[in-house]
C-alpha cells in the first residue's frame, strides 16, 4: 500500500497538489495510426489527459491538446530519459541510470521547496510492478504502485497508478 509522502512534491505546477491518494489508469492503445495512443483517466472512465508515445518521444497534455510535459530519450551519459515542460521546453528532471535495469533514479526540482529531489522506481523481474519510492535512502516511503496489465482483446495496454500523480 502506498505512503503518504513525506513532503509535498510538485513539478509542473505547485497548485495541483492532491492531499489523497489517488487511481489513475493509463491507457496506451498499440494501433500506429492513433492521433493520441495514450490516455490517462479515472475508473469512472472519465479522461483527465491525453498523450502521444512515439519510440524516442512521450507527450501529455490537456485534453485541449495543451502539451504540458514531454519525457524524451537522452544522449548524456549516465541519463536514460530527460524531462522536459512543454511550454518552453525547460529542463525539469532525468531518469538516471542504474546498475540495474530494474532500477531508476529521477531527479526533479521539487518547486515546493525549491530543490533537487530524488525518486526511485524499483520494478519486478518482469517489469510488470513497480514501486516508486520519496527518495534514495532505505527508509524512503513508497509513495506510488504501477501495475502493468495487459488486455490482448482490445489490444490495449492499461497501467494502474495508485498514490500521488506527480506530474500535476
Known amino acids: 500500500m502506498s505512503q503518504k509522502p513525506s513532503s509535498d512534491i510538485a513539478v509542473i505546477d505547485r497548485t495541483k497538489i492532491f492531499r489523497h491518494s489517488t487511481e489513475y489508469i493509463l491507457e496506451r ?10 490516455k490517462v483517466k479515472r475508473f469512472n472512465g472519465i479522461k483527465h489527459y491525453k498523450g502521444i508515445c512515439e519510440k524516442d518521444k512521450h507527450v501529455i497534455g490537456t485534453l ?18 530527460d524531462i522536459y515542460l512543454s511550454k518552453n521546453n525547460e529542463l525539469i528532471g532525468s531518469i538516471k541510470c542504474c546498475p540495474s535495469i530494474r532500477k531508476y533514479i529521477i531527479e526533479y526540482t521539487n518547486l515546493i521547496t525549491e ?3 530524488y525518486l526511485v522506481m524499483k520494478s519486478d523481474r518482469r517489469v510488470v510492478v513497480c514501486g516508486i519510492y520519496q527518495g534514495i535512502g532505505p527508509n524512503a516511503p513508497l509513495i506510488a504502485h504501477i ?7 482490445a489490444n490495449v495496454l492499461f497501467i494502474f497508478l495508485q498514490g500521488l500523480i506527480l506530474y500535476l
Do not use: A, H, Q
Request: glycine share 2%; hydrophobic share 25%.
Open 29 to 38: 492503445k498499440k494501433r500506429p495510426f492513433s492521433k493520441y495512443n495514450l
Open 115 to 117: 530543490s533537487k529531489e
Open 147 to 153: 501495475i502493468e496489465i495487459n488486455v490482448n482483446p
Open 64 to 81: 485541449d491538446e495543451k502539451p504540458i510535459f514531454c519525457i524524451k530519450d537522452s544522449f548524456k551519459e549516465g541519463t536514460r530519459k
